[in-house]
């Protein structure tokens, strides 16, 4: 027999343990705001060992291998599908390119030109993926948005178009949902990391010394709604055994709302009247009706275990189909959003 315990908490902690190195953090405990910030900053920044933009060909092996030894590129991966191409390291580098899955080159997640190719940012493993050439290319200096109407779509679904995303009103590209926590804690990574810089670049996703509002608000929805995987962490492992330095919000995915606030991604809990379990079921009841309702379950290593849409409804049932174990539910639309750690056993 299976049944529910259920945990209300304000934001997932995941679980799993890196290797972070004994007391590598020590100096940011017990702190908030921006002064975890700076704490983070002069942890991350302290004894880097840069490397040079050609170098990061050699880095890639190891930072960026999926167990069947290809190249894990967010921008043609389909996590738990079968992808629509994959690259081999070495003979798929760029090189010239005229469609997509002719090679893989290196992806400036903030676009180089927003800080005019400068070093270290320029080739900081933490930033710059390997990503298909053409993909890569139609996104351009583009930020990371939600789309409303699309321009492009790539074959694994991510998307270039108007943005749908409060606060900005131009072009954006936007990744497949699997990759969106990614791409938030990058961000978050960067930052802090760079803290001291940022005022002087270009680029509609900072502000002054940190994330304009809008971004924010959109990457603090994107972290939540897609948690810290086990490719991050092995990536977060991988990039320090090389840079010296980590990315403090995939071991510590807490300290993103410690930080910013949860002002886009509060849990709204006058949305969910109750949840409860039956043999075979998790059972949802809403206060109200509603409609574009997404819900996504995810194991605690971060697998998506259940994805469907609602509309029109105010309740929800999930089937039991999995195993025993430590999940996160996460329902949300444009006006809300519920996120539940569950333990079926």
Same mark, same amino acid.
């Given at each position: 027999m299976k049944y529910l315990l259920v945990t209300f908490f304000s934001f997932i902690t995941i679980l799993v343990f890196s290797q972070i190195p004994n007391g590598y953090y020590d100096n940011a405990e017990g702190k908030y705001g921006q002064e975890l910030r700076v704490a983070l900053y002069n942890i991350i920044k302290?004894?880097?060992?840069?490397?040079?933009?050609?170098?990061?060909?050699?880095?890639?092996?190891?930072?960026?291998?999926?167990?069947?030894?290809?190249?894990?590129?967010?921008?043609?991966? %389909?996590?738990?599908?079968?992808?629509?191409?994959e690259f081999t390291f070495i003979t798929d580098q760029c090189g010239n390119y005229s469609g997509e899955g002719d090679c893989y080159n290196r992806e400036h997640t903030v676009p180089a030109?927003?800080?005019?190719?400068?070093?270290? $940012?320029?080739?900081?493993?933490?930033?710059?993926?390997?990503?298909? *050439?053409?993909?890569?290319?139609?996104?351009?200096?583009?930020?990371?948005?939600?789309?409303?109407?699309?321009?492009?779509?790539?074959?694994?679904?991510?998307?270039? *178009?108007?943005?749908?995303?409060?606060?900005?009103?131009?072009?954006?590209?936007?990744?497949i949902?699997?990759?969106? *926590?990614? %791409?938030?804690? %990058?961000?978050?990574? $960067?930052?802090?990391?760079? $803290?001291?810089?940022?005022?002087?670049?270009?680029?509609?996703?900072? #502000?002054?010394?940190?994330?304009?509002?809008?971004?924010?608000?959109?990457?603090? #929805?994107?972290? #939540?709604?897609?948690?810290?995987?086990?490719?991050?962490?092995?990536?977060?492992?991988?990039?320090?055994? %090389?840079?010296?330095?980590?990315?403090?919000?995939?071991?510590?995915p807490e300290w993103v709302n410690d930080i910013w606030g949860p002002t886009a991604t509060i849990n709204n809990y006058d949305f969910v009247a109750y949840l409860y379990t039956t043999n075979d079921a998790i059972n949802v009841n809403f206060v109200n009706t509603f409609d574009n309702l997404t819900i996504k379950l995810f194991s605690i290593q971060g697998q998506l275990i259940y994805d469907a849409a609602l509309n029109n409804s105010n309740n929800l049932i999930i089937p039991i189909t999995f195993n025993q174990g430590v999940y996160i539910l996460t329902i949300y639309n444009d006006q809300n959003i519920y996120t539940e750690k569950i333990v079926i056993e």
């Open positions: 302290t004894n880097v060992t840069s490397i040079s933009y050609s170098e990061l060909w050699d880095a890639y092996p190891r930072t960026d291998k999926k167990s069947n030894g290809k190249v894990w590129d967010i921008y043609s991966d %389909i996590p738990n599908g079968t992808p629509p191409y030109s927003w800080f005019n190719d400068a070093s270290p $940012m320029y080739s900081d493993l933490f930033h710059v993926l390997p990503t298909d *050439g053409y993909v890569n290319n139609r996104r351009s200096n583009y930020p990371y948005g939600k789309v409303g109407n699309a321009s492009w779509t790539s074959l694994n679904g991510s998307k270039l *178009g108007s943005s749908a995303t409060s606060g900005y009103s131009g072009t954006v590209f936007e990744p949902d699997s990759f969106k *926590g990614d %791409i938030a804690r %990058i961000y978050f990574y $960067m930052s802090t990391r760079y $803290m001291d810089k940022i005022a002087n670049w270009d680029g509609a996703s900072f #502000q002054n010394s940190d994330l304009s509002s809008w971004a924010k608000n959109l990457f603090l #929805q994107w972290h #939540q709604l897609d948690p810290v995987s086990s490719k991050e962490r092995k990536r977060n492992d991988s990039v320090y055994v %090389i840079q010296h330095n980590r990315n403090p919000f995939v071991d510590h």
